[in-house]
């Protein structure tokens, strides 16, 4: 047993279906699944089925639906229509970022026009992040807006080869752009979609060898780890056609800390995509008295049985990780302890960004 002390880790894109589809997951058993993934902060997506976050008061009752349930911190994004740019300077103080959804996924917020794309990019503050939903051909229609439109933009889930080969050059020219990827691309391909079936779509789709190789092969160019946990249910992913989407937060930092046993990254490295860059890009602010204790040798199998995520499967079934997480502490409090959920529903804080 080997126990390292981490800080409390960012996942800066998750979707915990609240309100709106709570038989898929709520804001209590999300930020459970959290803290058992060493997780201690989380952002949370716009994209809510029926109840979409485009709105000051969608905001504000998502804000009030959370705050009763939560175990972890918590912060919201805003979603991007063609219409709700008047809506933007009432709400960009209280939210970590815009989400701009510029392909096809869960949810009805893809904005398809140029002119509208450019308006929105331009209308969001330009201090505050912008997140796009971004693949292929859509990565480089934004790389070539950067320059019109002169703002800073976060790529979400990055999964492609020709991708960060984009967006390695797009940094090189010295362009405002960070870049996330999930760890199913880096774990997964569309080799194991034969296997998983329903369970393993998702948008952007798991790719070629070649581009999960790539992605591992460009990890300076990553930013940040992000689970983009999407759960849906059992039933849900064995219908046809399977909702886009997989749960996530319970298994990042076990396949991380795997990456590191197997010398594919430094611990250093992990916490920085982990927490100090989701921090600063975010304006997160300090999390005082928090950490998490990993046991680095643990070898274990990724199992359903003791998720705590309301989906109650995982892409990863089977799969052997070196590395679990022991404990987590919250604000000087003990909130799991070996596979044990020890916090209560509304202990977590709703949190703002610092200016
Ligand atoms: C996400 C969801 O289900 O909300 N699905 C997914 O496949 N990643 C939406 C998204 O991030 O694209
Ligand atoms: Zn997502």
């Known amino acids: ?12 894109h998750v979707h915990l279906r609240d309100p709106g589809a709570t038989q898929k997951e709520d804001f209590l058993t999300g930020t459970r699944a959290a803290l058992a993934g060493g ?16 709105s000051p008061a969608a905001l504000a009752a998502k804000e009030e639906v959370a705050a009763s349930k939560i175990v972890c911190d918590v912060g919201l994004y805003y979603g991007a229509t063609p219409h709700n740019a008047a809506t933007y300077s009432s709400v960009a103080h209280g939210v970590f970022g815009l989400k701009l959804y510029l392909d096809h996924t869960t949810g009805d917020l893809k904005v398809d026009e140029l002119e509208t794309i450019v308006a929105i990019m331009r209308a969001w503050p330009r201090e505050k992040p912008l997140l ?24 979400c889930h990055i999964s492609e ?11 090189e020219r010295g362009l405002p752009v960070t870049c996330e990827v999930a760890p199913h691309h880096l774990y997964l391909t569309e080799e194991d979609v034969p296997r998983l079936e329903g369970f393993g779509i998702m948008k952007p789709p798991l790719k070629r060898a070649v581009d999960r190789d790539a992605l591992w092969a460009n990890l300076d160019v990553i930013d940040m780890i992000a689970t983009d946990h999407a759960p849906h249910t059992i039933a849900e992913k064995q219908g046809k056609p399977a909702p886009f989407g997989v ?9 991380m800390l795997t990456a590191v046993a197997a010398g594919r990254l ?20 300090p999390q005082p008295d928090t950490y998490v204790d990993v046991d680095t040798d643990a070898e274990w199998t990724i199992e359903t049985v003791g998720l705590q995520t309301k989906c109650g499967w995982t892409p990863f079934e089977g ?8 404990s987590v502490v919250l604000r000087g409090r003990e909130v799991f302890r070996d596979g044990e959920i020890l916090a209560k529903p509304g202990s977590g804080k709703l949190i703002s960004p610092v200016a």
């Open 1 to 12: 047993m080997s126990i390292v002390r981490l800080p409390g880790l960012i996942d800066p």
């Open 39 to 54: 997780i201690t902060m989380l952002l949370d997506m716009p994209n809510n089925p029926g109840a979409p976050v485009t």
């Open 132 to 155: 796009v939903h971004a693949e292929d051909r859509t990565v480089a229609m934004v790389l070539g807006l950067i320059p019109f439109v002169g703002r800073g933009v976060h790529f």
């Open 161 to 171: 080869k020709i991708e960060i080969e984009l967006i390695r050059d797009a940094k």
């Open 247 to 255: 749960p996530g937060l319970e298994t990042s930092l076990p396949l």
């Open 266 to 285: 430094s611990l250093d490295r992990l916490v920085e995509m982990m927490h100090d860059a989701p921090a600063r890009l975010f304006h997160t602010g």
């Open 319 to 326: 799969m052997s990780v070196t590395g679990a997480v022991k």
